[in-house]
């Protein structure tokens, strides 16, 4: 069976609506202040309307889209990101986790569970469905954190379900959507996976294929070595990057082969140029 999946992260879906007063007398004060300072011109519609584009015209299987789909997850953005999730495809073509700025405050990653809806199957973590030999697994790495942080965790109880799960699913080719990246060189401290180690463990024992991750805003290919060979870890740039703080918006096309247990990659952006969306490197890699 052959499938092709998009993975796009981190869009920080812009404007949001000024939170109300009470909104800001928590973190969301550092969040907003940092939006209006940075990120406001960094990440833009434009760029995502171009990379959207360019995924419809490769007419992929399925959306995996890694977290990060608001700034400050204020109850204006949560719904407008279901909205933009509804334009996305219907649910059966998209999924969805969360990352650490859609669980920004106490309290607000269950507020954006339930407004994300359909698009995280079943409603919890982690999760598993079916895309014939594939299954796609997603796993929950957002808690609300002190300001200046932007660490996540899996936690002792997702952990068991996902070494479950993975079992469960093991005539499958196991794709893992994870907003975090399993590898402490890519993200560690206050911005890293504060247990790591276990989920690195988790994950190759289980024989997990291929793992999808954001978070990082920057493009990524690194490696979990497990019983039965090797699984690719591949980040993407954040969807709507103009590139001037980080690397240029750009998705990963994932085309799977689960007779062959090939991967064929290709990162499709914007160049340097700063206007076309084009394929921008392409690797192939054995699970
Ligand atoms: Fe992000
Ligand atoms: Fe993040």
Known sequence: ?????AHLSDPHLSPFPKPSVGELLSKRAFGYANWVKNRKAALGQDVLERLLADMRAQNPSH???TGDLVNVATDAEVQAARAWLDR???PQRVSVILGNHDAYVPGAAGRAVQAYGPYIPGGQFPFARRLGAVALIGVSTAVATPPLMACGRVGEAQLGSLAALLDRHDDAFKVVMIHHPPDSDLASGRRGLTDVKAVRE??????ADLVLHGHTHKPSLTHIETPRGRAAVVGVPSAS???S??????WAMIDIDTDQRSVHLTRRGIGRDGTTVRALETVEISA
């Open 1 to 5: 069976m052959r499938i092709r999946l």
């Open 63 to 65: 959306y995996c889209v």
């Open 88 to 90: 996305l495809g219907p």
């Open 202 to 207: 988790v994950l190759a024992a289980g024989c």
């Open 241 to 243: 990057s103009d590139g």
């Open 245 to 250: 703080h980080h690397p240029p918006g750009a």
